[in-house]
């Protein structure tokens, strides 16, 4: 199943234990607890899966049903544009705490002949300002408020990103792409555990009047498990976009009750009927970015994403350290190579945090965002890693130029899903999507359908920084401004072999700005050691967001976190709740991963 020959893989079942999102450990060794971004979602469990192989193509999605969709989808002739689509409409349904068409997403797509890059990220309106955030004081809302506001809704992108890939790449007709979704919507799906526990757990969306009445009883209380959840306003909303487009959704009635639930919240925002029509005139078609590191070509997203630079600067800081003889043992990341890779984060997320951020308004260092991954300026940043812990890292200066902006304070960052597939083709597709924050901004649209349930909003606007000068009255360069896309960590990668441009993986997960270290954490596992899909999501949990060091509760022993703190880290044990999904290109086709945190599967046509 492994072509792993070298390595001792002992994989051991744990059952995490339910935390409310958020960091709260104690301080660890050196002094009072710094700042760490809160969990977008809370963990609800660690089942073991047994990884899938696939002789043609392969489907991994985070939950069952809409895996099962995009098989279906793949089954009757489509291609892996067609089943991202399905899959993400099921989504909304099954998951939709994570993603849906009220949010934005990241997509790449290979043809079989190059990649293409696309970016549906929400957008704020055009009369937000960099005081959007601030209260009559002048000093930032608290985070939680301005998430449950309408002030912190963007304009939705996931829908115009849908329509333009099929435009471009679909086989199936539009309408067929969108009648999964549609059939499940009015026949009702299954209330999950993992989407039931986070019910439980969340307070503000009992008070919408649209969420309140859909996902809770009279009582205030979760449907329960099992109970099917009907969702006829998200079908009578799919079925004007199957037979209108996307202008059914982004003018007419579906806006206009958009725009009426931000306005009529008790903290308004900015949206507009103006700022939801522009959105599909957007160029929705970037470049993506593309490095090579030991062998392979890995495909990114460029900026407003964060998450491809900094990646690929934690790899290459990890390339100019000494070898570890032993990066892992009994199948868990040893204390001397964890350290080499928290401190490679710590300079990498400085860089990100000062640096990055949506390349319409923000230049980037020195001109060109490959200043961050020049070899001199690596080399430079490496020589700073030495046995024992930096601390907090500074922002470099590539090629020597000081920059004018100042580094925003931590602030979380929000839940998101990942959708990889690969067609009958060989055409592969890695998809990134959100709504932000578990659940969005608490607000839900019925489309002005007057039916049950409907879509959840973004909470898009509080990626960017809430407060818009550092102390020193430098600007931020992710401070809000109208128009402007909020910078993410959403990673969706696919990589090649150098020497034949042959495809070797789709991957990505959610997870905030944890989604950096995780998707970091899989490329690792995938091309250095040797691991196969499943094997490299299983691997426990770690991250650095230049502060202290965090590794995944009840997966690593004391040895190792007191082997960490003895080098200057202070440790902190957290449930990191990623949510990874992998498909790998292997000689008899492909084996896919889904996320032991997360409900997802991977199903494709089984192997004679």
């Known amino acids: 199943m492994c072509p792993l020959k070298r390595i001792c893989r002992t994989f051991f079942f744990i059952a995490l234990a339910a935390t409310p999102a958020g960091f709260h450990a104690a301080p660890g060794a050196n002094g009072p607890a710094a700042a760490l971004p809160e969990q977008p979602e809370g963990a609800t469990g660690f089942t073991a899966k047994p990884g899938w192989a696939t002789a043609s193509f392969s489907v991994a999605a985070a939950n069952p049903r809409a895996t099962a969709a995009g098989y279906g989808i793949i089954r009757a002739g489509g291609s892996a544009i067609d089943a991202a689509i399905a899959v993400q409409l099921v989504l909304s349904l099954v998951e939709p705490q994570s993603s849906g068409i009220g949010g934005g997403a990241f997509l790449l797509y290979w043809d079989g ?36 506001s309408g002030l912190s809704v ?55 009047p649209v969420a309140g009445a859909h996902y809770y009883d009279a009582n ?28 059914a959704f ?29 959105y599909p005139a957007r160029e929705l078609r970037t470049e993506p970015l593309s490095h090579v590191w030991q062998g392979y070509r890995i495909y990114g997203f460029p900026p407003p994403s964060s998450g491809h630079l900094t990646i690929l600067q934690i790899l290459r800081l990890l390339d100019q350290q000494p070898p570890v003889a032993e990066p892992l043992v009994d199948g868990l990341p040893t204390s001397a ?43 430079e940043r490496a020589a700073l890693i030495t046995g024992r812990s930096m601390g907090t890292a500074l922002p470099g200066q590539p090629r020597a130029r000081a920059s004018s ?15 990889s597939i690969v067609d009958r ?43 818009p000068v550092d102390a020193d009255g430098r600007p931020i360069a992710n401070r809000v401004e109208g128009g402007k896309q909020p910078r993410s960590s959403m990673s969706p990668t696919l990589v090649f072999r150098e ?14 700005a944890g989604i950096i270290p995780y998707t970091a954490k899989a490329l690792i596992a995938l091309l250095a050691w040797e691991l196969n899909a499943q094997e490299a999501i299983d691997l426990p949990n770690f991250a650095n967001f230049n502060g202290p060091s965090v590794l995944e509760r009840g997966r690593f022993p004391d040895e190792t976190i007191a082997a960490l703190e003895a080098m200057g880290h202070e440790v902190r044990v957290e449930a990191l709740t990623s949510g990874l999904q992998a498909i790998q290109k292997t000689e008899t086709g492909y084996f896919g991963g889904a996320d032991p945190r997360r409900e997802g599967i991977v199903m494709g046509d089984v192997p004679e």
Do not use: C
């Not at 982004?250 to 522009?278: F, M, N, Q, S, W």
């Open 405 to 419: 902006h100042g580094s925003p304070e931590p602030q979380p960052e929000g839940g998101t899903s990942h959708i």
């Open 250 to 278: 982004y003018e007419g009635p579906v806006a206009e009750d958009i725009v009426r639930r931000v306005a009529a919240h008790e903290r308004p925002g900015k949206l507009t009927l103006a700022d939801l029509a522009a």
């Open 499 to 512: 020497d034949s441009g042959e495809f070797v993986a789709s991957l990505g997960s959610p997870g905030g």
């Open 113 to 148: 002949e190059r990649v293409h890059a696309y970016n549906g990220r929400e957008t704020a309106p055009a009369a937000a300002d960099a005081n959007l955030f601030l209260d009559e004081s002048g000093e930032p809302l608290p985070f939680s408020r301005a998430v449950r």
């Open 425 to 467: 083709e060989g055409r592969a597709v890695s998809m990134t999507t959100t709504i932000e924050s578990g659940f969005g901004s608490r607000i839900m649209s019925d489309g002005g359908t007057g039916l049950a349930g409907g879509f959840l909003l973004n909470n898009q606007l509080t990626d960017f920084s809430l407060r």
């Open 337 to 379: 190579w964890l350290h080499f890779f928290f401190e490679a984060s710590r300079l990498a997320f400085a860089d990100r945090n000062h640096y990055i951020a949506d390349p319409r308004f923000v230049d980037p260092p020195a001109g060109d965002w490959e200043t961050l991954l020049d070899a001199a300026y690596l080399a």
């Open 154 to 208: 963007g304009v939705p992108g996931t829908l115009a990103l849908l329509k333009a890939v099929h435009g471009e790449h679909g086989v199936l007709p539009w309408e067929q792409v969108l009648a999964p979704a549609i059939e499940l919507a009015e026949s009702g799906v299954e209330m999950s555990p993992r989407l039931h526990r986070l019910l439980e757990r969340e307070n503000a969306l009992r008070r919408d």
């Open 220 to 247: 205030g209380r979760p449907h329960p498990v099992g109970y099917r959840l009907q969702n006829p306003a998200y079908a009578t909303i799919l079925r004007k976009v199957a037979k209108e487009g996307i202008a």
